[in-house]
């Protein structure tokens, strides 16, 4: 397994977020993000991969993980996509690969999706994502 991005952060001050669950205070967090162009390898807000997005995010709050998308799809608790609540990680199976985000809610997840793209939310549900979701997992 390759170190997690924690290790290694651009910036460790942390976010302080109000809201009701740490789930609902990680998606603040990544929603704060939205715009942040995508950047292969990226781990900080000068530029997000996936998984660097995901990593990031996580250890605002303390949680250090994997930096691949494949290694998060495997860290926490499995669920059911019926059992998704905001905060937990998403991951698909991609032509390309494997790709990460964070779910927020009502079908939806965010996630820097590829070059020349910035970090946005789209559906789990969508004709793209539907069937390439492998793993949904709650690491809080």
């Given amino acids: 397994m390759q ?9 460790t001050a942390p976010i302080i977020v109000k809201s ?15 715009g942040t162009r995508y950047k292969l ?3 900080n807000p000068n530029g997000f991969d996936c998984s660097g997005f995901v990593c990031w995010t996580f250890a605002k709050y303390g949680k250090d993980m994997p930096r691949t ?5 495997a860290v926490g608790d ?19 690969g494997y790709h990460s985000g964070i779910y927020t809610g009502d079908g ?3 996630h820097s999706p590829r070059k020349g793209e910035s970090v ?4 789990i549900f ?15």
């Fill in 41 to 43: 390898g990226g781990t």
């Fill in 78 to 96: 499995k669920l059911n996509v019926s059992s998704l609540k905001p905060g937990d990680v998403v991951v698909f199976k991609i032509r390309r």
């Fill in 3 to 11: 170190a997690g991005c924690a290790k290694h952060p651009a910036s």
């Fill in 20 to 34: 009701n669950t740490k789930g609902e205070a990680v998606v603040n967090t990544a929603r704060s993000m939205i």
């Fill in 69 to 73: 998308a494949r290694e998060q799809g």
């Fill in 108 to 110: 939806n997840f965010i």
């Fill in 126 to 140: 969508s004709k793209y994502w539907q069937n390439k979701l492998i793993a949904a997992r709650r690491v809080l």
């Fill in 120 to 123: 946005r939310e789209d559906s």
